[in-house]
Each structure stands twice: as structure tokens, then as C-alpha cells.
T-cell receptor
Framework: GDSVTQTEGQVALSEEDFLTIHCNYS??????LFWYVQYPGEGPQLLFR?????EKGSSRGFEATYDKGTTSFHLRKASVQESDSAVYYC????????????FGKGTSLTVIP | DPKIIQKPKYLVAVTGSEKILICEQY?????MYWYRQSAKKPLEFMFS???????DNQTASSRFQPQSSKKNHLDLQITALKPDDSATYFC?????????FGPGTRLTVL
């Protein structure tokens, strides 16, 4: 079935550190890939998405490149800030006439000032 | 203005009781979903609806029953509540390939 694997459960960084959160996927069709961010007490919100091989999605300094060859969509940011502390979810959807969205386990990012 | 409304925000129930979680979306979307978030399963897909019809159900238990009385409503009825049902339940809707989430209902079953 369609699924997403995030390897990092928790990440703690200092401000201005480089962030990488790994995301690999398995999909039967041609998925669209997403990164969502969730702040405490809120629902997940879209960070960005990509739907084609080698397409780069980006928002707020975060970026990820869809790589069909390695089935990956790793999230990166060059310099994190305390305000980036949140839970990040990698997700995919496959359009089979309707869309379901499948999420990874999430990565809790804590940025220490 | 909130585009997806979930009521109530917090809910406490006793084991064996029944509750209904309310979801209304004002985004004009045709697809709606329920997800559950707990410590064990961070964001678990439960149901998807399209044009008020059930498209997918990945909840094993029949105790969970979605109800769509209007195009922009998808409520979730939970019967015979158990402590393991304690979680935050998120309603979502989608159009043009992006899912939008409500603020969630935090359910605690004692």
C-alpha cells in the first residue's frame, strides 16, 4: 500500500543550524508529495508540495526535492530559528479518482535559542 | 474566519458512552476526511468522503460512523467509547490536491 517513512522522530537543534528530515515513500501510482507543519493546539497546515520528479517545493526557507529514483522527499532548511519548532509531517496522495492523504509518523523539531 | 469548524474543542466521556464530533467546512470542498492523532499513531487516516459518499474506510471498528447530512458537514459518531479512543480527532477537506485541516477535537475517555 501507499506509505511514508520518516526516520527521525525527534530532532533538537540550535538556532542557525542546518536541518534535514528524511522522508521516503512507497506508492502504487504517481504520488504528489507534501510537507505539513503542525504547531501545538492546531491542525497540520501545508508547507509545500511537489508532484513531478525533480520538482522542488519550498516555503519559509524550507525546501524539498521530489526524487523518484530514490523515492525520497527530504526536508531541508539552511538556518533554523526558534519559531520553526513544531512537528513536521511528510505526506503523499495518489489520485485514483479521489484522493486520500497518507502521513508519516512526524518529526518533532525543537530549536534551542 | 475559521474555514473548518470542529466542535467541541475538548470532550470528556465515560467508558461505554456515545459521542458525536462535529465538522463543518466553508471552503466549498467536495472531499472530506477524518484523521485521528494519538501518541501511538501520530496522524492516522480514518475515513474519506467525496460528494457525501464514503470512498475509503481504514478504521477497523464499526463503533466509528461518519455522518454526512449536508455537503459541507461530516460528523463522526463514536459508540461504546473506550479509553483507547482517547485522541485528537481532525477533520479535513480537500480540493485541487491539497488537504486542509480543522483545529481538532481532543477526546478523553475515562
Amino acid at each position: 500500500g501507499d506509505s511514508v517513512t520518516q526516520t527521525e522522530g525527534q530532532v533538537a537543534l540550535s538556532e542557525e543550524d542546518f536541518l534535514t528530515i528524511h522522508c521516503n515513500y512507497s506508492a502504487s501510482g504517481y504520488p504528489t508529495l507534501f510537507w505539513y507543519v503542525q504547531y501545538p493546539g492546531e491542525g497540520p497546515q501545508l508547507l509545500f508540495r511537489a508532484s513531478r520528479d525533480k520538482e522542488k517545493g519550498s516555503s519559509r526557507g524550507f525546501e524539498a526535492t521530489y526524487d523518484k529514483g530514490t523515492t525520497s522527499f527530504h526536508l531541508r532548511k539552511a538556518s533554523v530559528q526558534e519559531s520553526d519548532s513544531a512537528v513536521y509531517y511528510c505526506a503523499l496522495s495518489v489520485d485514483t479518482g479521489y484522493q486520500n492523504f497518507y502521513f508519516g509518523k512526524g518529526t518533532s523539531l525543537t530549536v534551542i535559542p | 474566519d475559521p474555514k473548518i469548524i470542529q466542535k467541541p474543542k475538548y470532550l470528556v466521556a465515560v467508558t461505554g458512552s456515545e459521542k458525536i464530533l462535529i465538522c463543518e467546512q466553508y471552503l466549498g470542498h467536495n472531499a472530506m476526511y477524518w484523521y485521528r492523532q494519538s501518541a501511538k499513531k501520530p496522524l492516522e487516516f480514518m475515513f474519506s468522503y467525496s460528494y457525501q459518499k464514503l470512498m475509503d474506510n481504514q478504521t477497523a471498528s464499526s463503533r466509528f460512523q461518519p455522518q454526512s447530512s449536508k455537503k459541507n458537514h461530516l460528523d463522526l459518531q463514536i459508540t461504546a467509547l473506550k479509553p483507547d479512543d482517547s485522541a485528537t480527532y481532525f477533520c479535513a477537506s480537500s480540493q485541487q490536491g491539497v488537504a486542509y485541516f480543522g483545529p481538532g477535537t481532543r477526546l478523553t475517555v475515562l
